[in-house]
């Protein structure tokens, strides 16, 4: 963390996948806020009040389908309209939230769990066991797009004892158990069908789904059933989609927003001047650069260790993330038990290397496309990675794809010979890396696959805690040799956030947590 950045309530960070840059909607958006120029200025001091409407200017808009997801479209929402069975505390260790306790038997097949028996959706229903297997059962289809299917794929079944209980039993035991619990937003089975469209969001968090306007505005309002007494203490929160960067920036500082969500991380560092803003942050995100490893010149090994070698991550993290973050050859960050420092630096800017890897390789003038995810940090990363691999030897083109094309393209396992984009899940297990993400998983969109790495993943899917951190390690070991996949840099979001708002929190993912939030 660099100097600039000013210690906050959170405890985890948010998205860099949706970093601004990507239009020009503006302020207009934010013309129904009632906030005035003078109160973002006023005190900062006092007792929390209740009442009052938050305003969260978002670069990307909601997408309530991905409820169950950890995605841009869903983290700024996500754990203020649902809850977890479970939550990870700062540490990583997971705490009760719906479940009040848990027991894990048969060698880790069989998960028995009970849960809070005061819970109601804002509906009014009371939830229950069943609402818990739907939920459980929805992240087993691909069309959730959750990460929490690295898991669930795994369970044979489901039973309900009574209302308040129940067994889940797995086909092998799952190392990353609590991934798919924190991952996992409990729905409402009588109305989850409402997701597709976003006419129907209801869970039991303590804010309900008031309206949502897409590309504009989604609004949530105090959810009168929250079991905890006296919260939230605020009657609403109002999220305008704001996707020009300096427009995202100039509704803080205006007083037109309270929060500004997906700042790029230099106007966050120019903010962290002004004592009327903190910068908090948000949940880590990875950019790697992967290869086709069936494309020339990235069959062969040495031309991708080559690349490793070629790009200078430093003026990557300097110039794109101000100094935000770190530099890494790991995908997963020191969250994973089985993290090591020696494996995080194992690549480092080496031109010269990188040149005479290629030279010797015979591939030197060797033509190279880079497929982009059209996200300004991205987008920023290409071109420091297109200047060092012509400098290495190559002639190299970008392209830039938007990111529901993208999106689709690693999942079909058709992206080009190189692509670059951001993963925002390398604060959980390396196993759910591995086992969910199409640019990592056995079957991946660099089309790497052997025996040898289906049998790392398996290892680190399954090992207990007494071998996890080798597993890992392996796994990581085998990874930086085949090098399909370069790690470039790990950074955390930048969120500007006025002092008016005070009581912030975020989860373990950077989801915003905002019971206690209120404003001053």
């Not at 020009?244 to 007083?255: E, I, P, Q």
Request: net charge positive; glycine share 8%.
């Amino acid at each position: 963390m660099t100097a600039f950045l000013r210690a906050g309530p959170v405890t985890r960070r948010s998205t860099l996948l949706g970093l601004a840059g990507l239009g020009a909607t503006g302020l207009a958006t934010l013309s129904g806020c009632r906030l005035a120029v003078d109160e973002a200025r006023g005190s900062v001091g006092g007792k929390a009040r209740r009442g009052g409407t938050l305003v969260i200017a978002c670069n990307i808009d909601a997408k309530p389908v991905t409820a169950q997801s950890q995605q841009a479209q869903s983290v700024t929402w996500r754990r203020l309209v649902f809850e977890t069975l479970t939550a990870y505390d700062a540490s990583g260790t997971p705490r009760p939230l719906l479940a009040t306790d848990w027991k894990i038997t048969d060698g880790g097949r069989t998960v028995a769990l009970r849960l809070r028996d005061d819970v109601r959706f804002h509906s009014g229903r009371p939830m229950t066991a069943e609402d818990v297997i739907f939920s459980l059962k929805r992240t087993m289809d691909p069309a959730a797009g959750t990460q929490a299917r690295s898991v669930s794929a795994h369970i044979t079944d489901m039973t309900a004892d009574g209302d308040h209980a129940l067994r889940i039993r797995l086909r092998r035991p799952a190392g990353n158990l609590f991934d798919m619990f924190e991952l996992t937003s409990i729905l409402d089975r009588e109305s989850a069908s409402g997701l597709a469209s976003g006419k129907e969001v209801i869970g039991t968090g303590p804010f309900a789904w008031r309206s949502w306007n897409p590309g504009s505005q989604l609004t949530l309002v105090r959810n009168p059933h929250f079991r905890t007494p006296g919260r939230p203490y605020l009657d609403r929160i109002d999220m305008p989609v704001i996707t020009d960067a300096t427009a995202l920036v100039t509704a803080v500082r205006s007083g037109r927003a309270h929060i500004a969500y997906g700042t790029a991380p230099l106007d966050a560092k120019g903010m962290s001047k002004d004592e009327r803003y903190v910068i908090d942050r948000g949940v880590t995100v990875d950019y790697a650069l992967g290869m086709n490893v069936q494309a020339h010149p990235f069959d062969k090994p040495e031309v991708r260790r080559a690349v490793g070698y070629a790009i200078n991550r430093e003026r990557i993290l300097n110039q794109v993330f101000a100094g935000y973050g770190h530099t890494s050859s790991l995908w997963w960050t020191t969250k994973e038990p089985g993290w090591r420092k020696d494996q995080s630096e194992a690549y480092t800017y080496d031109p010269d290397r990188a040149r005479r890897m290629i030279e010797q390789a015979g591939v030197r003038g060797a033509e190279v496309s880079i497929d982009v995810i059209a996200i300004q940090a991205a987008l920023s990363t290409a071109q420091i990675v297109r200047y060092d691999l012509a400098a290495a030897g190559f002639t190299v083109r970008t392209q830039v794809l938007d990111a529901i094309e993208y999106s689709g393209r690693q999942a079909a396992g058709k992206l080009g010979q190189m692509f670059l984009n951001g993963y925002g899940i390398a604060d959980l297990s390396a196993a759910t890396l591995v086992g969910s993400h199409p640019a990592f998983a056995a079957t991946n969109a660099s089309r790497f696959h052997t025996d040898a790495y289906t049998a790392a993943i398996e290892r680190v899917a399954t090992a207990d805690t007494a071998h996890r951190r080798a597993a890992v390690r392996d796994l990581g070991t085998y990874m930086q040799r085949q090098a399909f996949s370069q790690s470039l840099v790990t950074a955390p979001a930048a969120i500007i956030r006025s002092k008016r708002a005070q009581g912030v929190d975020q989860t373990f993912l950077g989801a915003f947590r905002l019971d206690d939030a209120h404003l001053v």
